[in-house]
């Protein structure tokens, strides 16, 4: 049986970025936090852009790492805005790798991060419910 072959998201990812020596652990392997900040700063601009103001991380669900990435392969993170609170808000977020002379790519992980919006006070503030498309 032919496995059909995975695709990144539609639309342009939130963060790209090449792992770079300096992301890995002594053994040379790319740290798990280091994919996970990636994640946390897309998924930051999501949640900032439709909160038209501050929010932070408040919870990370349902992350499992699916394939190893290395020194040099190109990662990208696409976040999409899933659903929403009253103050808060669900992002759906993907990363994939792909090697520096291929075309194709892999799904490495996802999550789903839920953001909080706060004032200045840094008290939760409302957002705007989710726009239907």
Same mark, same amino acid.
Not at 68 to 71: D, L
């Given at each position: 049986?032919?496995?059909?072959?995975?695709?990144?998201?539609?639309?342009?990812?939130?963060?790209?970025?090449?792992?770079?020596?300096?992301?890995?652990?002594?053994?040379?392997? /790319?740290?798990?936090?280091?994919?996970?900040? =990636?994640?946390?700063?897309?998924?930051?601009?999501?949640?900032?852009?439709?909160?038209k103001?501050?929010?932070?991380?408040?919870?990370?669900?349902?992350?499992?790492? =699916?394939r190893?990435?290395?020194?040099g392969?190109?990662?990208?993170?696409y976040?999409? =805005?899933?659903?929403?609170?009253?103050?808060?808000?669900? /992002?759906?977020?993907?990363?994939?790798?792909?090697?520096?002379?291929?075309?194709?790519?892999?799904?490495?992980?996802?999550?789903?991060?839920?953001?909080?919006?706060?004032?200045?006070?840094?008290?939760p503030?409302?957002?705007a419910?989710?726009? /239907?498309?």
């Open positions: 049986m032919v496995q059909a072959e995975e695709q990144p998201p539609a639309g342009s990812p939130a963060v790209r970025v090449i792992a770079m020596p300096a992301d890995t652990n002594p053994y040379g392997d /790319i740290f798990g936090g280091w994919l996970m900040s =990636l994640m946390d700063s897309a998924a930051g601009s999501v949640a900032a852009r439709h909160s103001g501050r929010a932070v991380t408040i919870a990370v669900e349902g992350m499992t790492f =699916l190893p990435v290395v020194v392969d190109e990662v990208s993170v976040a999409k =805005l899933v659903s929403v609170g009253r103050t808060s808000m669900h /992002i759906a977020v993907e990363a994939w790798r792909r090697t520096r002379h291929d075309d194709r790519s892999y799904r490495v992980t996802q999550a789903t991060f839920t953001f909080v919006a706060i004032g200045e006070d840094r008290q503030r409302t957002v419910p989710l726009a /239907i498309a």
